[in-house]
C-alpha cells in the first residue's frame, strides 16, 4: 500500500521553462511534506518541504504546493536549469511519529539545453 | 564539517554472510535513519532511532538489526545476507521532526550473491 505517490517516472523539459512535478498520497495524518533531490551515486538532498497547514512554499526558484482536499503536492521550478536535471523524490512524516519519512518512487527530470 | 559518513561505499557479501554498515555524524543530531533504494521503489525505511539508546522498527526491518549507543553512531547490521537484500543503503540524521530535513549519506552499494 503505497502511501505516497509519484506517477510519472519521468519528465522533460527545456531549459529556461517551468516543471512540474507533482506527488499524491492518501494518509490524511501526514502533516509535513518535503522534497528531496537526488544525483547518481550520491546521497538525497533535501530542497524544500510545507506544513499542512500552508498551501505555498517558496525557495528562490522552488516552490512546493499542497492541496489538502485533493491530497496532492507539487513542485515547481522556475526557471529549470541543465544542473536541476536528477531524479527528485516526494516525501511526507507525522510529527509525533519519530520524523519518519515516507517517500514516493521519484521521478526523473531532465532540463535540455 | 563531514555531515554524514556511511562506509563502505561498495560490498559484495555471499549469501549467510553477515557484515555491519557503518554511519556516523557530527552535527550532534538526535534523529538517524536507514533507508534501503530500490528500483523503482522509491527509499523504504528499514529502522530509525529518535535519540541515543533508542531505536525502533521501519516498514522493512526484517533481516536487520540497529543499535544507538551514542549519538553519533547508528550501525546497521545484517545478520544473514540474502540476495534479496541487494540494494543501496542510504542513513540520514535529522536535527529535528516536521520541516526539518534529513541529511543523507552518500550511501553503500550491497550485492549479496
Known amino acids: 500500500d503505497q502511501q505516497v505517490k509519484q506517477n510519472s517516472p519521468s519528465l522533460s523539459v527545456q531549459e529556461g521553462r517551468i516543471s512540474i512535478l507533482n506527488c499524491d498520497y492518501t494518509?490524511?495524518?501526514?502533516?509535513?511534506f518535503l522534497w528531496y533531490k537526488k544525483y547518481p551515486a550520491e546521497g538525497p538532498t533535501f530542497l524544500i518541504s510545507?506544513?499542512?497547514?500552508?498551501d505555498k512554499n517558496e525557495d528562490g526558484r522552488f516552490t512546493v504546493f499542497l492541496n489538502k482536499s485533493a491530497k496532492h503536492l507539487s513542485l515547481h521550478i522556475v526557471p529549470s536549469q541543465p544542473g536541476d536535471s536528477a531524479v527528485y523524490f516526494c516525501?511526507?512524516?507525522?510529527?509525533?511519529?519519530?520524523?519518519?519519512?515516507?517517500f514516493g518512487a521519484g521521478t526523473i527530470l531532465r532540463v535540455k539545453s | 564539517n563531514a555531515g554524514v559518513t556511511q562506509t563502505p561505499k561498495f560490498q559484495v557479501l555471499k549469501t549467510g554472510q553477515s557484515m555491519t554498515l557503518q554511519c556516523a555524524q557530527d552535527m550532534n543530531h538526535e534523529y538517524m535513519s536507514w533507508y534501503r533504494q530500490d528500483p523503482g521503489m522509491g527509499l523504504r525505511l528499514i529502522h530509525y532511532?529518535?535519540?541515543?539508546?533508542?531505536?525502533d522498527q521501519g516498514e522493512v526491518p526484517n533481516g536487520y538489526n540497529v543499535s544507538r549507543s551514542t549519538t553519533e553512531d547508528f550501525p546497521l547490521r545484517l545478520l544473514s545476507a540474502a540476495p534479496s537484500q541487494t540494494s543501496v543503503y542510504f542513513c540520514?540524521?535529522?536535527?529535528?521532526?516536521?520541516?526539518?530535513?534529513?541529511?543523507f549519506g552518500s550511501g553503500t552499494r550491497l550485492t549479496v550473491v
Open positions: 532511532s529518535v535519540g541515543a539508546g533508542i531505536t
Open positions: 516525501a511526507a512524516s507525522v510529527r509525533t511519529y519519530g520524523n519518519k519519512l515516507v
Open positions: 494518509n490524511s495524518m501526514f502533516d509535513y
Open positions: 510545507i506544513s499542512s497547514i500552508k
Open positions: 540520514a540524521s535529522s536535527a529535528g521532526t516536521g520541516a526539518y530535513g534529513y541529511t
